[in-house]
């Protein structure tokens, strides 16, 4: 069984920058959380980054250039280091095992981590 544990969200002025981290266990050694997503409350989860089956790595155009991935595989544990937040960044932040696209839609599968709130606000 897949867990993930998502951490490292907390409160940050305009501009600032968080890192994100993702923790599984259950996933294959060298393996890591494909996913990013995030959530408002009373909105649909939506995608920030998906590392897509062929290893190809997409971002949601509202955080291109600020937001990456990066792992560290040895520790099957993914990153997204985001940088520039803006207040419109705040939310709820979930990894999720596996990710895909469908008609330009992110979807996560495979098994989620419980998220982590991050809010940007001055």
């Known amino acids: 069984e897949v867990q993930l544990q998502a951490s490292g969200g907390g409160l940050v002025q305009p501009g600032g920058s968080l890192r994100l981290s993702c923790a599984a266990s259950?996933?294959?050694?060298?393996?890591?959380?494909k996913g990013w997503f995030r959530q408002v409350p009373g909105k649909d989860r939506l995608g920030v980054s998906c590392?897509?089956?062929?290893?190809?790595?997409v971002y949601d155009d509202s955080v291109k250039g600020r937001f990456t991935v990066s792992s560290d595989n040895a520790k099957n544990t993914a990153f997204l280091q985001m940088n520039n937040l803006q207040p419109e960044d705040t939310a709820a932040y979930y990894c999720a095992a596996e990710c895909t696209i469908i008609a330009g839609v992110m979807l996560g599968f495979g098994g989620w981590g419980q998220g982590t709130l991050v809010t940007v606000s001055s």
């Open positions: 590392i897509t089956e062929d290893g190809s790595i």
């Open positions: 259950g996933l294959t050694t060298g393996d890591y959380a």
